[in-house]
């Protein structure tokens, strides 16, 4: 893993709050192999909020629509395919140190993180906010997701 993007040494807290648009979003395997997640331009938006809370939301590139029009419709092949090319959850946060983010997951696309704490390990640049996460679980072993973010809105 980039020895950078895990620098934890500089307090954000006061600096992040606002809208940010997702610019790269990419996970490193066990062999530190670096894959686009979502494709080559998935869209995002994380919101931070002085009150303390926090919303993210990142969908895959091209996301097919449903056969139908009805929001409660659409197959088990369309429902299926809308969870995994959609990423999305919300609650509060608090830098616990100095660059290391808690987010308290209050409502999740993934219902197992509801109630759980998920760290965010981030450091600014100009307009930009890279976030990466400690190993996170996956079919294949586990993955560290880089996430790079730019303000849009203070």
């Given amino acids: 893993m980039d020895k950078k ?7 954000i807290g006061n600096k992040i709050y606002g809208t940010w648009k997702l ?3 990419v996970y490193k395997d066990q062999l530190n192999k670096e894959e686009k997640y979502f494709g080559q331009s998935p869209e995002g938006i994380l919101i931070y909020e002085r009150s303390g809370f926090m919303s993210v939301h990142i969908a895959q590139e091209d996301r097919p629509n449903f056969e139908t029009d009805s929001f409660d419709g659409g197959t088990e092949q369309d429902k299926a395919r809308a969870f995994s090319t959609f990423f999305s959850y919300y609650g509060r946060f608090v830098e616990e140190a100095p660059g290391k983010l808690a ?7 993934f219902p197992n993180w509801i109630g759980q704490v ?13 976030l990466t996460t400690p190993p996170i679980a996956s079919m294949e072993g586990y993955n560290v997701f880089e996430i790079v973010w730019k303000k849009v809105t203070k």
């Fill in 5 to 11: 993007m895990n620098e934890v040494c500089e307090s």
């Fill in 23 to 25: 610019m790269k979003f």
């Fill in 103 to 109: 987010h308290t997951i209050v409502g999740s696309l």
């Fill in 118 to 130: 998920q760290i965010r390990y981030g450091r600014l640049e100009n307009d930009l906010l890279y």
